[in-house]
Structures are given as C-alpha cells and as structure tokens.
C-alpha cells in the first residue's frame, strides 16, 4: 500500500510540474519550485502509420464498455489520450475539443479521449469542462494501469501516458501519429487537416 | 503513510505556487505588443489599420484599447463569447465608440484555432494569434479570461488604465466600469 501511495504522490507531483501553466495570484519568486522542461517524449512507440490499430476495450465514464474494433466500417477514429485528470495543459485541451464536435462529425469521425485515471475522477474533471461532461466517450486505461498505452507504446515510466493523437481509418488501420511534446498542446488545425486528408 | 501523504500536500502546495505570477496590474506600463492574426477589411478600419501586419499595438487608431486576453481551449472564454460580443457592440454604439476600442488575443492558440472560435461564437471583434505565447509572457502570464484597458498615449509607452482578471460577466455595468477607467 505504501507503495502504491509512493507512486501516485510521486505522479501527482510530477503531473503538477508537467501541466501546471502561470495564472494569478502572488508568491514570492523564491518559493516558486521550477521543475524545468521534462523530457517531450520518454516512451517508445510500439504502432506505426499504415498498420493495424490495436483493438482495446476500455469502461468510459457513461458505463458503457467502448471497443475501438466497433468503429471498424463505421466511423474514423481520433484517440487523444493526455497524461492526466485535473492538471491544466491537459485540462486546456479536451475543452477545446468539447465546442469542435462539427469539425470531428464533418470528417466522418469520433473523438475518444483516454487517459490512465479511474472513471470517477475522468467523471468528476469532465464535469468540470462543461456541465454536461464533453460530448465524446472518456475512457479509462486505469486498471490494468495504461494497459492500452502500453500496447500503443506511449506509457511513460511514471505511469502517465504521452500526450498523443491517433488517428484511425474506418478499416482499422492508423493513418496520423502524433506523439506530442508533453510539455505543449497539439494544434487542432493539425489534427483536422490530417483527418481531412483520411476521408 | 502519513510522510508520503504530507510530502504530496506540500509538493502541491509549492507547485500550486509555480502557477501564480504576476499579470500586469493597473497602472504598470503596459508592452506595445505585436499583433498578429488575419483581419477582415471592417476590422482593419475598425482599428485604424492597413496592410497584413503585423502591427504592434501603438498603431491601433485610439485613446484606449481594451485587450482580452483568452483561449479557444477555455472554457470560462468560451462561456464569456456571447458577452464579448454584447460588450463589443455595446461599445460600439456608445459615446465612447471611437476613443475606446475592443481586441482579443488568443494565448496558445494558433490561426486555425482563432479562426474555429470566431465562427463558433460569430465573433466580429478583432482577434489575434498567439500560438507561442509570446504576449502571454509579456504581459505577466494572466490566466484566462483577463481584460487590460491600455492608455496608447500616442506615440509614448502605453500605460494600464485598468487590469481585470477573470469573467466580466456583465457587459453592460463592464463599459461603465472601462469607461469610468478611461475618464
């Protein structure tokens, strides 16, 4: 148990070094702990463009079991995983996806974000985005921990996974890769132009 | 169990702290920061300005101007935008129309981005590109919304007339409040 404490506060502190950005208040410049950059990327991919997306089944904060094979015929497919709930460069980035809705639906698409925490925290910080959570499925690679990410080879040594965009094509097969520095935003117009470019 | 717990209570109390600087306060000079972004003809004369830019803040055709500074990720600007837009027309229409004018600056936000925003919310306001976040920082990393009214005095260094951190929720008693600044 201890262990498992060691781990998560030692994740927790570093997830607060990774995400947290300046905002507004007042505090000595002397106690202001500078973590630097982490490194971009600490994890070596496992998947490549043109083959085949490992299927995974992972619960989504709605209950419902998702299965990425389900889409095969039916929908492209964008996965956004992020390192973590509750930490503010990751907390920027589904916001703005949560008002692009159109923009995944006029290319043919759905949006599935994952992340390694549990489903009530995915459940309690999606709420914090919009009253309603965010229109697409949250789904949780918390147990086994970042099974998924593993599999994708983007589970970094802390436990948290990359900040990373797939995309895959309706036969299953991954068109886009972008394993993202973890320490910036991926551009959205990148994202659409390479989902344009799949449709 | 209770030396890890305390070590992760303080590890995020001090990295909380690495959260907060120091937005540029009322007052304080304020940088003629340069804009950049793809304007309409109406925003251009809107502003004062010609050309495809960039411009720096100082060329804008006005006493004062009032710069939010936000981002298509978040989501307290996202709920702000209709009261943006109430705010810009509001300004408009007032006494103060062509002393006092409105821009936004998307922090972290590339063109795409801005430009997604402006048709999500048909926002006519001019607004600016910051992918880099190079106003962000140099105008002390405000969190988002946050609202400067800038005194260009002419050519000389701009001055901050006011300094507003936050969702200014009302647009109506907001011009007053920018107005009242601006006197």
Redesign the interface.
Known sequence: MYKHIRIYSAVTALLLCVCITPAMAKVPAELVYQPGKLNPVDSVLKVAVGKMAPDFALPSVSGKKIQLSSFRGKKNVVISFVPAAFTPICSDQWPGYNIAQELFEQNDAILLGITADNTPTQYAWTKQMSEGGVWFPVLSDFWPHGKVAQLYGILRPEGVTERAIFIIDKKGIIRYIDVHDINTRPDLGSIIRALQSVK | ?LK??L??CI??F??????????IQTGEPFPDITLTGNQTSAQQSYLGLSGNGPWNLTDIKADYVVVEIF?????HC?AEAPLVNELFTALKKSKSAASIKLIGVGV?N????IN?FRK?FQVELPLFDD?DFKIHAETG???TP?FFLVKLNGNNKPQTALSF?GRMENPTQFLKTLQDAAK
Do not use: I, R
């Open positions: 169990m890890y717990l070590s992760l590890s995020t001090l990295l909380a702290g690495a959260a907060f600087a120091e937005p981002s298509m990720y978040c989501p996202q972290g590339s063109n795409f981005e997604f999500k992918l990393d405000p969190g946050h951190a």
